[in-house]
């Protein structure tokens, strides 16, 4: 690899993941990156538990998925283990799922069917976050080498940051929305009832907790009907 243009690739890639305008299109610009810098990498996708379900989130290719699934299902695999922190450390490298691995009996024959060769994960976090596991497959066996396990830790770094970042900004306008929501619902409560702000609050904030519903959601309800019903 020249790493003279490695570096400035990665540059525009930094570039391009703060210039996402969501939190999907971070992680499909993640993945998508992940193929464009790693040689050898024929699919990419970011693993995720929720609820111990295995999720795949912007995989590349539909091979990605595939294998996140399977591992799911066999409760074994690199990836799974990873997230799970069963695997310690925060990258791992399978050079040849070809050969003898005995670690995963069950998964690796199943992946070779599926025409792999190799594979290597990184975790995402930042200093107080773990997002899930960034994952490199490759039809190939020994395709992935310690240079490209160094571009790949380079890769996931950017992305967890960047990641980080998106997630929070999507926080906030969420949060942004929500709370014009909840104004808007406010005026309507207060013109048909006459009532003051503070009341026109406390009548949301009570039908939230008698209906166990979120604020949010009897604040839409509010400015789509018009009414509590």
Same mark, same amino acid.
């Given at each position: 690899?020249?790493?003279?243009?490695?570096?400035?690739?990665?540059?525009?890639?930094?570039?391009?993941?703060?210039?996402?305008?969501?939190?999907?299109?971070?992680?499909?610009?993640?993945?998508?990156? %992940?193929?464009? #810098?790693?040689?050898?990498?024929?699919?990419?996708?970011?693993? @995720?538990?929720?609820?111990?379900? /295995? @999720?795949? !989130?912007?995989?590349?290719?539909?091979? /990605?998925?595939?294998?996140?699934?399977?591992?799911?299902?066999?409760?074994?695999?690199?990836?799974? &283990? /990873?997230?799970?922190?069963?695997?310690?450390?925060? @990258?791992?490298?399978?050079?040849? !799922?070809?050969? +003898?691995?005995?670690?995963?009996?069950?998964?690796?024959?199943?992946?070779?069917? !599926?025409?792999?060769?190799?594979?290597?994960?990184?975790? #995402?976090?930042?200093?107080?976050?773990?997002?899930?596991?960034?994952?490199?497959?490759?039809?190939?066996? &020994?395709?992935?080498?310690?240079?490209?396990?160094?571009?790949?830790?380079?890769?996931?770094?950017?992305?967890?940051?960047?990641?980080?970042?998106?997630?929070?900004?999507?926080?906030?306008?969420? %949060?942004?929305?929500?709370?014009?929501?909840?104004?808007?619902?406010?005026?309507?409560?207060?013109?048909?009832?006459?009532?003051?702000?503070?009341?026109?609050?406390?009548?949301?904030?009570?039908?939230?907790?008698?209906?166990?519903?979120?604020?949010? &959601?009897?604040?839409?309800? +509010?400015?789509?009907?018009?009414?509590?019903?």
């Amino acid at each position: 690899m020249d790493w003279r243009d490695f570096a400035q690739r990665m540059g525009v890639m930094a570039h391009d993941l703060l210039a996402q305008e969501s939190v999907d299109a971070t992680l499909e610009r993640i993945t998508s990156a %992940a193929t464009e #810098l790693v040689e050898d990498c024929d699919a990419a996708g970011i693993l @995720v538990l929720v609820r111990g379900k /295995a @999720v795949t !989130l912007a995989p590349s290719q539909p091979l /990605a998925a595939r294998l996140d699934q399977l591992q799911h299902e066999l409760g074994e695999g690199p990836c799974f &283990d /990873a997230v799970r922190a069963v695997v310690p450390g925060r @990258v791992f490298r399978v050079a040849d !799922l070809t050969g +003898v691995e005995s670690r995963w009996p069950d998964f690796v024959p199943a992946a070779r069917d !599926l025409g792999v060769g190799s594979m290597m994960g990184f975790l #995402l976090f930042t200093g107080d976050e773990e997002f899930g596991a960034l994952n490199f497959y490759s039809h190939q066996p &020994d395709a992935f080498t310690e240079t490209s396990e160094a571009a790949g830790v380079l890769l996931a770094s950017h992305a967890a940051v960047a990641l980080s970042s998106a997630r929070s900004h999507a926080q906030l306008e969420e %949060a942004v929305a929500t709370r014009h929501q909840i104004g808007e619902a406010m005026g309507i409560l207060m013109a048909r009832h006459r009532i003051t702000g503070e009341q026109a609050f406390n009548v949301l904030r009570r039908y939230s907790q008698d209906n166990n519903t979120k604020l949010r &959601d009897v604040a839409r309800q +509010v400015s789509e009907q018009g009414v509590l019903t």
